[in-house]
């Protein structure tokens, strides 16, 4: 079974341009979430997908950063315009819905590094 | 409010000593679960192994190990007879629910087998 993809692994950009991540869930998850991993720090949700709805973006600086996931499927997160401190790997997960172990799966993760 | 401490920021070994990971968590939901994922130098978030607050039953698996214990809160990881490929990153995470499931990491626990 596939994991979750992520693309690109690395991206290194100028403050104040503008930069997208993809993810594709494990085929058949219904829920899917991106977080931010700050270097020394755990993951922190940004935003929740349940389906193609949102279910939680209540940690998303949704001034700057974006995110779809328009058919239910894959995603893309997007910020505009970066700032220093956005620097950071963002790293998607997926899980099953209604699965009873309530396992997330995760991706390899985009590194971002705003110059 | 949900939080998770790891209060070891790195931990040293030497190849085939045994190691503990410590985990404190904070929660007032009395149905939640308790989670360990790796995290290796790739950077992808790797699950270990998942434990509802209904079990405390702690196990072996191979050379993993956990002791949960909700009297203190602590649901904590030990690796027997650890190889360098053990080096990595360990994170421990909360879930409870909320309207949906929310994760909530701890800070993560560099652990280094040295040779």
């Known amino acids: 079974e596939a994991g979750v993809a992520q693309s690109p692994r690395y991206k290194i950009i100028e403050k104040r341009q503008s930069v997208a991540f993809w993810c594709n869930p494990i085929s058949g998850h219904a829920t899917l979430y991106w977080y931010q991993q700050i270097l020394g720090q755990g993951p922190k949700l940004l935003i929740q997908f349940q389906n193609n709805g949102v279910v939680d973006d209540s940690q998303l600086p949704k001034d700057r950063f974006s995110a779809e996931r328009l058919k239910g499927v894959d995603s893309t997160l997007k910020i505009q315009p970066a700032k220093l401190e956005d620097s950071a790997v963002y790293l998607c997960?997926?899980?099953?819905?209604?699965?009873?172990?309530?396992?997330?799966?995760f991706g390899a993760g985009t590194r971002l590094s705003v110059l | 409010a949900q939080k998770v401490t790891q209060a070891q920021t790195e931990i040293s070994v030497v190849e085939k000593e045994d190691v503990t990971l410590d985990c404190v968590y904070e929660t007032r939901d009395t149905t939640y679960y308790l989670f360990w994922y790796k995290q290796p130098p790739s950077g992808e978030l790797v699950f270990l192994i998942r434990?509802?607050?209904?079990?405390?039953q702690n196990e072996i698996s191979g050379r993993y190990s956990w002791n949960f214990q909700k009297s203190t809160s602590s649901f904590n990881f030990t690796i027997t007879a650890s190889q360098v490929v053990d080096s990595a990153v360990y994170f421990c995470a909360l879930s409870v629910f909320s309207g949906t499931y929310k994760y909530i990491f701890g800070t993560g626990t560099r652990l280094k087998v040295l040779a």
């Open positions: 997960a997926s899980r099953f819905s209604g699965q009873v172990k309530n396992i997330q799966y």
């Open positions: 434990r509802n607050s209904f079990d405390e």
